[in-house]
T-cell receptor, first 111, second 113 residues
Framework: GENVEQHPSTLSVQEGDSAVIKCTYS??????FPWYKQELGKGPQLIID?????GEKKDQRIAVTLNKTAKHFSLHITETQPEDSAVYFC??????????FGTGTRLTIIP | GAGVSQSPSNKVTEKGKDVELRCDPI?????LYWYRQSLGQGLEFLIY????????KSGLPSDRFSAERTGGSVSTLTIQRTQQEDSAVYLC???????????FGEGSWLTVV
């Protein structure tokens, strides 16, 4: 089955700086890669996703890049703000197979 | 409502009692997941339902845990003879057939005392 590794487990950045979280996956057939943000006391919410037919996708300050050859994908947050502080999870899947999550990254934005 | 609904939102139970947690997925969604999340930890996969296929139960931690999905919609996660280590947030998520995106509920916080 799929295995997803996520790094780092914790990340602190100064407000206004960029944050990058990286994930690697094991199953070369995986073709869907979402990122979720979980705020304290809430369920995870989808913030951006990418499919294997594209290499990069942007949504305002958030971008995701995918390297299919190396089997890794990354979340980039630019101009970080205090409200970006949360736990972020990456995931991977193929077709209707279950989504496999990474172990999470706790991002702290330092004012 | 439009989102995934879970109940109860909070449950305190005595060790040894059985508990049932309910998930109402988004209408029309055929995929349904249960995850467990201990305080400050990641998402532990429990079980995955996809349409009429046999569920993937590979994440259930013991035979005290079971889940059903009636009529392809509502799901119930049952924990028998609860133990203190079962204390966690139990999250449900649903997704549409042919799509991969899943949407989470707010979770059921279980405390076993």
């Amino acid at each position: 089955g799929e295995n997803v590794e996520q790094h780092p487990s914790t990340l602190s950045v100064q407000e206004g700086d960029s944050a990058v979280i990286k994930c690697t996956y094991s199953d070369s057939a995986s073709n869907y890669f979402p990122w979720y943000k979980q705020e304290l006391g809430k369920g995870p919410q989808l913030i951006i996703d990418i499919r294997s037919n594209v290499g990069e996708k942007k949504d305002q300050r958030i971008a995701v890049t995918l390297n299919k050859t190396a089997k890794h994908f990354s979340l980039h947050i630019t101009e970080t703000q205090p409200e970006d502080s949360a736990v972020y999870f990456c995931a991977a899947s193929f077709g209707n197979e279950k989504l496999t999550f990474g172990t999470g990254t706790r991002l702290t934005i330092i004012p | 409502g439009a989102g995934v609904s879970q109940s109860p939102s909070n449950k305190v139970t005595e060790k040894g009692k059985d508990v049932e947690l309910r998930c109402d997925p988004i209408s029309g969604h055929t995929a349904l997941y249960w995850y467990r999340q201990s305080l400050g930890q990641g998402l532990e996969f429990l079980i995955y339902f996809q349409g009429n296929s046999a569920p993937d139960k590979s994440g259930l931690p013991s035979d005290r845990f079971s889940a059903e999905r009636t009529g392809g919609s509502v799901s119930t996660l049952t924990i028998q003879r609860t133990q203190q280590e079962d204390s966690a947030v139990y999250l449900c998520a649903s997704g549409a057939l042919g799509g991969n995106t899943i949407y989470f509920g707010e979770g059921s916080w279980l405390t076993v005392v």
